[in-house]
């Protein structure tokens, strides 16, 4: 019985230090969605809020897992690349029943938010992130000017992470909350199959919570070596 106490704290141990790494990765992959909207919200910035050569700029930072690079003035989404199949995206954020509220969240704090995931007109799942932008005006005032917005694609954006993870022979899921006041999680990527008595990691970042629960596929005590105790 020692024995298979031990061999299952270490079988633990090993699941929570993967957990841990690859949430890390997730963490870096996440930034770099966060980091396309920092860049876009510097050209804001130093145009003093007037982006000339929108479209040139975002075709620069698009990648693999973006969906859509969007600039809303005053919350009101007004440019959209690439335009194509995103004219329903150019809505009033402030306003808008299902984003109003984290919207606004973001721009009284000054924090970047992501919300999501949810499902795009294009098929599969995105994640908004909406970083809000302030100019100085002659008095050297600061005023809410509107939020550089970047949709990024889920599960494309891990497709670094989650690969190894089940190489290693893990099942995962990957959640977070909806929204910075609320501790329900909502489900972003699963490997399948059920979980049972994972190991978890949790990290913060867009004003919501993410979890990333791991388990080994073939459960926590391998049969061969329940049967090499019982033979022994």
């Not at 600039?71 to 995206?89: F, H, K, M, Q, S």
């Not at 302030?134 to 970047?150: C, D, P, Q, S």
């Amino acid at each position: 019985v020692r024995a298979w106490r031990t061999h299952q704290a270490q079988v633990r141990e090993n699941a929570r230090m993967n957990a841990m790494t690859y949430a890390e990765r997730m963490i870096e992959e996440l930034s770099r969605g966060t980091s396309v909207s920092d860049t876009l919200k510097e050209l804001v910035v130093s145009e003093n809020g007037k982006v000339d050569g929108f479209e040139m700029v975002a075709e620069d930072l698009m990648t693999h897992f973006i969906q859509s690079i969007q600039l809303a003035p005053d919350g009101v989404v007004t440019d959209i690349y690439p335009a194509e199949g995103n004219e329903v995206g150019k809505i009033d954020l402030i306003h808008d029943e299902k984003r109003g509220q984290i919207a606004c969240y973001g721009r009284d704090n000054k924090v970047t938010v992501m919300q999501g995931p949810f499902s795009l007109n294009q098929g599969g799942m995105g994640i908004a992130v909406r970083n809000p932008v302030y100019l100085k005006n002659e008095n050297g005032e600061t005023a809410f000017w509107g939020f550089t917005i970047v949709i990024i694609r889920v599960p494309e954006i891990f497709s670094d992470s989650v690969k190894p993870l089940s190489d290693f022979g893990y099942q995962y899921c990957l959640s977070k909350t909806g929204s910075p006041w609320e501790e329900a999680y909502e489900v972003v990527d699963c490997s399948g199959g059920s979980i049972s008595a994972p190991v978890s990691y949790t990290f913060e970042i867009g004003g919501s919570v993410w979890k990333l629960e791991v388990m080994p596929q073939n459960g926590w005590v391998e049969k061969s070596y329940l049967y090499s105790i019982f033979g022994c």
